[in-house]
C-alpha cells in the first residue's frame, strides 16, 4: 500500500522559478549594488545548479570571477542569499504564484485517506512555508508529516540526502513511497534514494530526460484517477 508522497517544491507544487525565485536573485543584486541581471535563458542554465547560494557561486565563479576576490566570499553570498529569501517571501505574500494544476486536489485526496505526505526540496525553509501559506493558508504547514528543505542536509539534489532524510524521518521504505518531482536533477536525487518517481514537467524542465520515471505528466491534471492506478505505478 501507499504510504507516504513526497513533494518537491520548486516547479512541481508550483511553477516558483521565472517570476519567483529569478525576480528574488535580481532583485537582491540591485540591492546590494551588482548589476547582474540573470535573463530567463540564463537562469534555466543556472537551474542545473540546485540551491540558491551553490548557484550564486556557480555563477561568481564562470561569468564574474573578479568578484570572487571578496573577503569572506561565503558569508557574503549567506547575506546577499538571505536578501534574495526576503524578497521571495514578500513575493509569495502578494499571492500571485498559485498551485499547479492538481496539487490542491491531491493534498486533499491524501488527506481524506490519511496517507502521508511530506516535502523534500533544496529551497530554503522559509519559501516553502510562504509559499504554503499564500496558497493552502497557514493551516496547511501542519499538513505535512514531514519538511525537508534546504541546508538540513550537506548535499543538495541531485545527490540523494533529502530524501533519505524525509524517509528516515517518515520512517518509512523508499518502495512504499513515491516522489513527484519536475525535473531531472530532482528525478536523480529521489531515484538515487530508491524511490518510485513521478513527473510533472515544468516550463523549465518539459525538454529534460526523464527515463527513470514511473510516468511523466504534463501536470497532476483536475480531476484524476487516483494516484496508485495510474500505468505504471507499481505500489501495492
Ligand atoms: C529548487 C532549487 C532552489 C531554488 C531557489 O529545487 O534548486 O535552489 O531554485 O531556492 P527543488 P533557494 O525543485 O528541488 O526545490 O534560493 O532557497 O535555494
Ligand atoms: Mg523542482
Not at 517570476?19 to 542545473?48: P, S
Request: aromatic share 8%; hydrophobic share 40%; charged share 25%.
Amino acid at each position: 500500500k501507499l504510504q507516504a508522497v513526497l513533494f518537491d517544491v520548486d516547479g512541481t507544487l508550483a511553477d516558483t522559478e521565472q517570476d519567483g525565485h529569478r525576480v528574488a536573485f535580481n532583485a537582491a543584486f540591485q540591492q546590494f549594488n551588482l548589476d547582474w541581471n540573470w535573463d530567463i535563458d540564463l537562469y534555466g542554465k543556472l537551474l542545473e545548479i540546485t540551491g540558491g547560494k551553490e548557484r550564486i557561486r556557480y555563477f561568481m565563479e564562470n561569468f564574474v570571477p573578479s568578484e570572487l576576490n571578496k573577503n569572506d566570499l561565503t558569508n557574503w553570498i549567506a547575506s546577499l542569499h538571505k536578501a534574495k529569501t526576503k524578497y521571495f517571501e514578500s513575493l509569495m505574500e502578494t499571492g500571485n504564484i498559485p498551485l499547479r494544476p492538481g496539487v490542491a486536489r491531491l493534498i486533499q485526496e491524501l488527506r481524506q485517506k490519511k496517507i502521508k505526505f511530506a516535502i523534500a526540496t533544496t529551497t530554503t525553509m522559509e519559501n516553502v512555508t510562504s509559499l504554503l501559506k499564500s496558497t493552502l493558508g497557514e493551516e496547511s504547514i501542519d499538513w505535512f508529516d514531514v519538511i525537508g528543505a534546504g541546508d538540513i542536509v550537506p548535499s543538495k539534489k541531485p545527490a540523494p540526502d533529502i530524501y533519505h532524510w524525509v524517509l528516515n524521518q517518515l520512517d518509512l521504505p523508499a518502495q512504499q513511497c513515491i516522489a513527484i518531482e519536475d525535473s531531472e536533477n530532482g528525478l536523480k536525487s529521489a531515484r538515487a534514494a530508491l524511490l518510485p518517481t513521478l513527473i510533472t514537467v515544468s516550463g523549465y524542465t518539459h525538454q529534460q530526460r526523464f527515463d527513470e520515471a514511473v510516468a511523466v505528466l504534463s501536470d497532476l491534471g483536475e480531476p484524476s484517477k487516483p494516484l496508485t492506478q495510474i500505468q505504471g505505478v507499481t505500489i501495492t
